[in-house]
């Protein structure tokens, strides 16, 4: 019995090691500035521009609305 206890007891500690090992930080990813086009490039996708298109065709029917009420 005892040697069994013993035998858990180190098999346990060595999966936590093991899961505390794969928790340290890796490294890091990419660098501002040092890639080929210098910089990191900010993705303008549909969202953005889509977003974008809406807000100015809201101040433009906004612009219209005050110009209509004087």
Same mark, same amino acid.
């Given at each position: 019995? #005892?040697?069994?206890?013993?035998?858990?007891?180190?098999? &346990?500690?060595? &999966?936590?090691?093991?899961?505390?090992? +794969?928790?340290?930080?890796?490294?890091? +990813?990419?660098?501002?500035?040092?890639?080929?086009?210098?910089?990191?490039?900010?993705?303008?996708?549909?969202?953005?521009?889509?977003?974008?298109?809406?807000?100015?065709?809201?101040?433009? #029917? #906004?612009?219209? +609305?005050? #110009?209509? +009420?004087?």
């Amino acid at each position: 019995m #005892k040697n069994f206890m013993l035998t858990l007891c180190l098999l &346990a500690v060595g &999966a936590f090691v093991q899961h505390v090992a +794969g928790q340290v930080p890796g490294g890091g +990813g990419p660098q501002p500035g040092g890639g080929a086009g210098g910089g990191t490039g900010v993705p303008l996708d549909g969202g953005a521009s889509l977003l974008l298109a809406s807000g100015a065709a809201y101040g433009l #029917k #906004k612009l219209r +609305g005050r #110009k209509a +009420g004087r």
